[in-house]
């Protein structure tokens, strides 16, 4: 399920606070200071970039590699494309940087996200080096990058109205335009290699295997070291945000909580003592631990709003109080209403639901 457009301007903010109680990080609250890097096992390097807003920074991740050319390293996520992101990039690859003399292999993209591949595009330039992501993620990416309407489209609009967006919040939402998406990501190479569920691969002397799962996007990659048991998560499990989940107007019969709950129950295959390379704060072990919470409190807010559909019909506006526990400002508006019409989505598809449209806006009453 991918986000509307105009979420997808945003970074990965998810403004859910939810319980990290019972984890553990091996390196306590720390990351690797800005233009440095931190070794987290053998060949396996943390850089920390930053990104605007709450979430604050992007964790990416330099595996030691080799391809025909000879040894190089092979880089997860790029972070945003943001001149302050490509100077530290700079440093970082520069005369006197971290990684200075280093070259690329390969860039892995997790998911489409604007602070994960913002910069793929020039890495891959720059490195000579291939784009790796799944189908679903790449094309999403190639889909928005390619969509050069100035207007907000008509169906935006409706979906926006359908929600319950007063005129003021469609207006403001109007004046930003459209198609922004493909000005804040470099242009993506035409071509790529497809990564592929279950998929094993050799990076440098170790394996990788693919573990996709969707919700937050429609086809994210995490890679898994069986060997040793480290995940590198993406956006599919952090420590104490819960990753937005959102029903866009892209695909608004769908249903992203459902593959979203159906992704963590897949993630808990994975050992227990998996040390968790998230794309956002910190290395964690305790993974049982956080895909339960984040499992129970999806549900628990699932059951809070079928009971508040059940006292009157509500509009996906009128929701954000029982699930965020928190005002909605203007900047989290779109990101808000897709969290909370996943939601009343998903009661819809469980049978709980009832969506009754009157004058193009969507009232959710009990079943
Ligand atoms: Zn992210």
Redesign the pocket.
């Known amino acids: 399920m991918t986000r509307s457009a105009d979420a997808a301007l945003l ?2 903010a998810s403004f859910v606070p939810t319980s990290h109680r019972g984890l553990t990080y091996p390196f306590g609250h720390v990351g690797p200071e800005q233009q440095r890097v931190m070794t987290v096992a053998e060949g396996l390097r943390w850089v920390r970039l930053a990104v605007p807003g709450p979430l604050k920074h ?1 964790n990416c991740w330099l595996i030691d590699d080799e391809d025909a050319r000879g040894p190089g390293v092979a880089l997860v996520d790029t972070g945003m494309n943001l001149e302050a992101t490509r100077d530290d990039w700079k440093a970082l690859f520069g005369e006197n940087g971290a990684l200075s003399g280093v070259r690329l292999t390969r860039v892995i993209g997790t998911h489409f ?1 604007p ?2 591949i913002g910069l793929a595009g020039w890495m891959c330039a720059h490195h000579g080096c291939p784009l790796e992501m799944t189908r679903g993620e790449w094309l999403t990416a190639r889909m928005l990058a390619a969509d050069a309407r100035d207007a907000v489209p008509d169906e935006m609009l409706a979906f926006w109205r359908g929600a319950g967006w007063d005129d003021e919040a469609v207006e403001r939402g109007t004046a930003r335009g459209w198609s922004g998406f493909r000005r804040i990501i470099t242009a993506l190479p035409l071509g790529y290699r497809r990564l592929v569920d279950g998929q094993v691969m050799a990076i440098g002397g170790r394996t990788w295997r693919i573990v996709t799962g969707s919700g937050h996007s429609p086809e994210h990659a995490c890679l898994f070291d069986a060997a040793r048991g480290i995940l590198i998560s993406g ?1 599919q499990v952090l420590p104490r945000i819960s990753s937005n989940v959102s029903l866009g107007v892209t695909e608004p019969e769908g249903d992203p909580l459902g593959e979203w709950l159906d992704s963590l129950a897949k993630l808990k295959e994975l050992p227990a003592d998996t040390v968790v390379l998230p ?2 704060g910190d290395v964690f072990t305790g993974l049982h631990t956080r895909l339960d919470a984040l499992t129970r409190e999806h549900r628990d807010r699932l059951d809070e709003l079928a009971v508040f559909i059940g006292e009157a019909p509500r509009r996906a506006v009128d929701c954000f109080g029982r699930l965020f526990r928190r005002a909605i400002g203007p900047e989290l508006l779109g990101m808000a209403t897709g969290e909370a019409l996943a939601h009343l989505r998903r009661l819809e598809i469980e049978g709980r639901a009832v969506r009754d449209v009157a004058d193009g806006v969507w009232w959710y009453r009990a079943a």
């Open positions: 970074p990965d992007i996200h602070d994960h956006d794309g956002h």
